[in-house]
C-alpha cells in the first residue's frame, strides 16, 4: 500500500516538533502558509488576516497565508521582531497532468 502523502499543515507539525521556538512558513505553490500558534503570531507581527481552514472531517485550525512574493517583506518584519523563522516547500507528489 503506497504511503499517503503528508499535508501541509502535517508537514508544518513535523517541523514544530523539531524546531519548536521557531516560527514555521510552509510554501504551497505560490504562497508561504503557517499555522495553529504561529499564525497568531503573525497576524499580531505582520498585520495579516487570520482564517479557519478544515480537510474534510479533522477539526478546524488557524492558518495566515500570503503571496511569495512578499517573503522578503514579511520575513524581514519578523526578524526584527525577534522571531526565528524556518522554511520548508510543499509539493505534491501527484500532479494532475494535462491530457
Request: aromatic residues 10%; proline residues 5%; positive net charge.
Amino acid at each position: 500500500m503506497p504511503k499517503k502523502q503528508q499535508s501541509p499543515i502535517e508537514m508544518w507539525q513535523q517541523c514544530k516538533a523539531e524546531y519548536g521556538g521557531s516560527i514555521i512558513l510552509v510554501r504551497v505553490g505560490d504562497f508561504f502558509e503557517t499555522y495553529e500558534q504561529d499564525a497568531l503570531m503573525c497576524e499580531l507581527i505582520l498585520g495579516v488576516r487570520l482564517a479557519w481552514r478544515q480537510e474534510g472531517i479533522k477539526p478546524k485550525y488557524r492558518v495566515v497565508l500570503f503571496v511569495h512574493t512578499e517573503i522578503d517583506a514579511k520575513l524581514s518584519k519578523l526578524i526584527q521582531a525577534g522571531q526565528r523563522v524556518g522554511i520548508v516547500e510543499w509539493k505534491p507528489e501527484n500532479k494532475p497532468q494535462k491530457v
